[in-house]
């Protein structure tokens, strides 16, 4: 089975700094990777998939990249809106959706 | 707008059972397949189970084989999971999720519905 890392697990960060978080796969999947936010109490909300497509709707301050085992999200500019845990997800295993253990962003 | 309305959610005892429905609208549900992802409080997710839109191909995470079953109805535009065997570690809110198979990514999600196995 396809494991799923990410780092780190959490981090504090300001309103207009550049965010980082990191996602990696226990053997290649290619660009099968999909990035997924979640507020609290809420459903999670697909921001990228494919490794760097951004979903319809998402804004551009978002953005993905990598392929094989490494990929990273990036918020360009953090806004208020942006406070919630961010969650890789791999469909290398086409019908078998594992997620990776998310990442708490929360305010400095 | 597509919608996915959870049911069926609630307390049970550990080794009972419990059936969740999941009511889709706003998209043609027979032509897309379907999971079920889960999440224990205050926990990550963990995909659950997958079907087909045509109910060919099922699959379950290791956790819940045997004991759980995904089916569904496309002429009445529903999911279902039946839980049996319930067990603490079941405890979770159960999102149903629409799987978009062309970019391969769950594309829609409903909004959870909570299970709690307790004695």
């Known amino acids: 089975d396809i494991q799923m890392t990410q780092s780190p697990s959490s981090l504090s960060a300001s309103v207009g700094d550049r965010v980082t978080i990191t996602c990696r796969a226990s053997?290649?999947?290619?660009?099968?990777l999909n990035w997924y936010q979640q507020k609290p109490g809420k459903a999670p909300k697909l921001l990228i998939y494919a490794a760097s497509s951004l979903q319809s709707g998402v804004p551009s301050r978002f953005s993905g990249s990598g392929s094989g085992t490494d990929f990273t999200l990036t918020i360009s500019s953090l806004q208020p809106e942006d406070f919630a845990t961010y969650y890789c997800q791999q469909s290398y295993s086409t019908r078998i959706f594992t997620f990776g253990p998310g990442t708490k962003v929360d305010i400095k | 707008e597509v919608q996915l309305v959870e049911s069926g959610g609630g307390l049970v005892q550990p080794g009972g059972s419990l059936r969740l429905s999941c009511a889709a609208s706003g998209f043609t549900f027979s032509s897309y397949s379907m999971n079920w992802v889960r999440q224990a409080p205050g926990k990550g997710l963990e995909w659950v189970s997958y079907?087909?839109?045509?109910?060919?191909?099922?699959y379950y995470a290791d956790s819940v084989k045997g004991r759980f079953t995904i089916s569904r109805d496309n002429a009445k535009n529903s999911l279902y999971l039946q839980m049996n065997s319930l067990r603490d570690e079941d405890t979770a809110v159960y999102y149903c999720a629409r799987v978009r198979l062309k970019i391969a990514a769950i594309d829609y999600w409903g909004q959870g519905t909570l299970v709690t196995v307790s004695s």
């Open positions: 053997q290649s999947i290619s660009s099968y």
């Open positions: 079907i087909s839109s045509s109910s060919s191909t099922i």
